[in-house]
């Protein structure tokens, strides 16, 4: 069984900054690519930011040159450090692993939980 918990979102001022954090745990072999994804209310969830398990990244227009995705490999924890906030950034955030499990080596994909950021104008 695998977890994934995020943790981090809060409510922060218009250009303010936060570090979410996505913490996987249970029966892993390997943790494949990673992402965050994000939900406004009334909205689509959509892609925000991506990392490969090599380190190569990628990032939507919207949040490109505000946001970093990173990982620590020896943690099975990935990372989105969110600056220059903007209240249009509101959303439940998600993060999404493929993740090989010792039980079975196919990879899958887990989500979290989600977690809430909320950017006061």
């Known amino acids: 069984q695998v977890q994934l918990v995020e943790s981090g979102g809060d409510l922060v001022q218009n250009g303010g900054s936060l570090r979410l954090s996505c913490a996987a745990s249970g029966s892993i072999f390997s943790i494949n690519a990673m992402g965050w994804y994000r939900q406004a209310p009334g909205k689509q969830r959509e892609w925000v930011a991506g ?24 943690k099975n924890t990935g990372y989105l ?27 899958y994909d887990y989500w979290g939980q989600g977690t809430q950021v909320t950017v006061s104008s």
């Not at 490969?52 to 020896?74: E, H, L, P, Q």
């Open 51 to 74: 990392i490969t398990s090599g380190g190569r990244t990628n990032y939507a227009d919207s949040v490109k040159g505000r946001f970093t995705i990173s990982r620590d490999n020896a």
């Open 81 to 107: 450090q969110m600056n220059s906030l903007k209240p249009e950034d509101t959303a439940v955030y998600y993060c999404k692993a493929t993740i090989a499990t010792k039980r079975s080596l196919y990879p």
